[in-house]
């Protein structure tokens, strides 16, 4: 991250500057593009987050809300970064990889799945 930072960070900052009119022109901003697209995926994700709990997978309280946000923040850096729909390979990847590792039930043994 560090020597993509160093050698494409101009780049990143000069796609963000260039977006600032279209942010402008429709009093928008990434935050609020990011929740017009996630709207009504907090109550799918509190869904599959609870009935993962009930499997004993889980443990609901030792979940953040930026730890549900982290699988639909990669889905959604995937679409904006390629401009295409994203590869069923890359959700399970995401899924899998990534926030099934995050979420997983860090209880004590015998008191659900680490």
């Known amino acids: 991250m560090s020597k993509a930072n160093r050698s494409r960070a101009r780049l990143g900052l ?3 500057t260039r977006l600032g009119a279209f942010y ?25 987050l ?6 004993g997978e889980i443990s609901t309280d030792q979940v953040s ?3 549900v946000r982290v699988a ?8 904006m970064m390629t401009l295409e ?10 899924i899998d990889e990534i926030f099934l590792p ?3 039930c860090q209880c004590p043994a015998g008191e659900g799945a680490r």
Not at 72 to 79: G, Q, R, V
């Open 50 to 55: 609870r009935r993962a709990a009930e499997r």
């Open 85 to 94: 729909p994203v590869p069923e390979a890359a959700i399970e990847s995401i």
């Open 102 to 104: 995050l979420v997983r």
């Open 24 to 48: 402008a022109d429709t009093g928008t901003n990434l935050v609020s593009v990011r929740e017009n697209f996630l709207k009504g995926r907090h109550e799918v994700a509190a869904a599959i």
């Open 65 to 67: 809300p930026r730890m």
């Open 14 to 16: 000069t796609l963000i």
């Open 72 to 79: 639909f923040d990669l889905y959604l850096l995937e679409l």
